[in-house]
Structures are given as C-alpha cells and as structure tokens.
C-alpha cells in the first residue's frame, strides 16, 4: 500500500496563502493517480483538486477553481497544492489520496493536515 505524508498546514488570515505537500512511499510514483480532499468541522469530506490518469489534466472543484493550483514533482514523489487567496471556508483538515490501476477509487490517504484560515 502507498504511504502518504501532508504537511504545510497552518494558520493564514483571509487572504494569505499556503502550500500543502504530501510525499508518496510503496508505489511507483508515476503510476499513482494523486489527489487532495478536505473536510470541515461538522462535514463530510469532499473532493479539492487532481490529476486525471496519465497526469497530463488537473481537476478542481468549484470552490477553490481559480485559486488553488495542484502540482507535482516526480523527482521528489511529491505532490503540491498550492492555496492562494485563502477563505475561511477553507478551513479544514486537508487529506493527500493516492489510487493505483489495480484500485476504482483513492485507496490510499495521509493522516492529512490541519488548515485554519482566519477572517
């Protein structure tokens, strides 16, 4: 199974921004689909940003479109999302995902990190 670690959390008033990473172990980096959820107090959690199968589109959900940017670096098996223009509904725990070929969904997720943003 593929091990995730987030870090990059953080306390941000309105407006500021952060830059969450989450490292991969057990897997070939370059075949993993990666993604980042979120969950807020009191909610489910819910989908943020990925990259499709192959890597070459991201996806992002309506909410942070615009504003934050998934990324990735294969040299570092490390996968970024980059948050600018940080609301307080952002706040949340933010999750890494990692879903492989053999799986029909994210199989595989960090601990994850807690992002609070400020008004």
């Known amino acids: 199974q593929v091990q995730l670690v987030e870090s990059g959390g953080g306390l941000v008033q309105a407006g500021g921004s952060l830059r969450l990473s989450c490292v991969a172990s057990?897997?070939?980096?370059?075949?993993?689909?990666m993604g980042w959820f979120r969950q807020a107090p009191g909610k489910e959690r819910e989908f943020v940003a990925n990259?499709?199968?192959?890597?070459?589109?991201?996806n992002y959900s309506g909410s942070v479109k615009g504003r934050f940017t998934i990324s990735r670096d294969v040299a570092k098996n490390t996968v970024y999302l980059q948050m600018n223009s940080l609301k307080p509904e952002d706040t949340g725990i933010y999750y890494c995902?990692?879903?492989?070929?053999?799986?029909?969904?994210?199989?595989?997720w960090g601990q994850g990190t807690q992002v609070t943003v400020s008004s």
């Open positions: 990259f499709a199968w192959g890597n070459s589109f991201t």
């Open positions: 057990g897997g070939a980096f370059n075949s993993l689909r």
């Open positions: 995902a990692a879903q492989t070929r053999r799986e029909v969904d994210f199989g595989s």
